[in-house]
């Protein structure tokens, strides 16, 4: 992509991103439609809402780009060659419990040899009012000011979030993490959206965020944005469709981590 193009999809990704913010800040503390709950998750009606409102302000800067999210996607995403990717409320369950702790997070990816990339990347907290955005090639912000990862290179010393799919296997896998890794950082953080998480590893705030089985539109953006500020955004693909195994770090602690959880 040009520059022009990414910075024509940036200024559409925040649009629609705040967008959906002020139609979540209103209601934290109302009582929410539920659609439907399991044992680990809850789906709002502001859920489909946000997406329809984000849908619409994408479509109407940057037509005939289809969109793939958590709420549903259009039948072309698979063969385009760009596609945005979203996730209108990240944290739901936080945000259905009135806890200020949920994102808006917004990528725009464009097809490669590869597969997909993230070209511009949009996670928007409207409770703190602070808005992540990165383009390929360029530095990572927080409200138009330049982040960057931790320097901090020993895991005694790291803030390491954790985060608990919904699956089975999922949760097998990271209770097991968490059972290692308490014993060897100095802080773990359980807080509820990975957007934020990979936000706060690219803000410095968290020196690594690690998961199994994530969902696409939980790190299209937050990945880029981590990446943009000098981490390292380490994905692994899960054999269900759009699910993956991350480590988000600052570039220094890969290896300790790994070491830890898989020894």
């Known amino acids: 992509m040009t520059k022009t193009q990414q910075a024509l999809a940036l200024e559409a990704a ?4 705040q967008a959906a913010g002020s139609l979540m800040r209103p209601n934290l503390h109302r009582t929410k439609k539920v659609n439907s ?6 789906k709002l009606d502001l859920d489909v809402r946000c997406q329809k409102l984000i849908t619409r302000l994408l479509a109407k800067r940057l037509p005939h780009i289809p969109l793939l999210g958590e709420e549903g996607c259009d039948d072309s995403t698979e063969h385009a060659e760009q596609r945005w990717v979203v996730d209108p409320i990240d944290g ?6 009135g806890i200020p702790h949920a994102a808006v997070s917004i990528a725009l990816q464009r097809r490669t040899s590869e597969g997909f990339v993230s070209e511009v990347g949009v996670t928007f907290d409207p409770f703190m009012d602070e808005l992540w955005t990165a383009v390929r090639g360029g530095k990572a912000r927080r409200n138009g000011q330049v982040i960057r990862v931790s320097s901090r290179k020993r895991l005694d010393q790291a803030v390491v979030s954790l985060g ?14 968490l059972g290692k890794l308490t014993h060897c950082v100095m802080k773990l953080r359980i807080m509820g959206s ?8 690219a803000d410095g705030r968290f020196d690594a965020f690690v998961e199994t089985g994530l969902k696409l539109w939980d790190v299209a953006a937050g990945g880029l ?3 943009s500020a000098g981490g390292e955004f380490w994905s692994r693909p899960q054999p269900e469709l759009f699910h993956y195994s991350i480590n988000a770090n600052n570039g220094h602690l890969r290896s300790a981590l790994e070491k830890v959880i898989r020894g």
């Open 37 to 42: 709950t399991d044992i680990h998750d809850i």
């Open 164 to 177: 608990f799919p919904g699956g089975k296997k999922g949760l097998e896998v990271m209770i097991r993490d």
């Open 14 to 17: 925040v649009e629609a991103a």
């Open 194 to 201: 990975a957007a934020l998480a990979l936000a706060y590893v």
């Open 225 to 227: 944005i981590v990446e």
């Open 92 to 97: 739901t369950v936080n945000f259905a419990l």
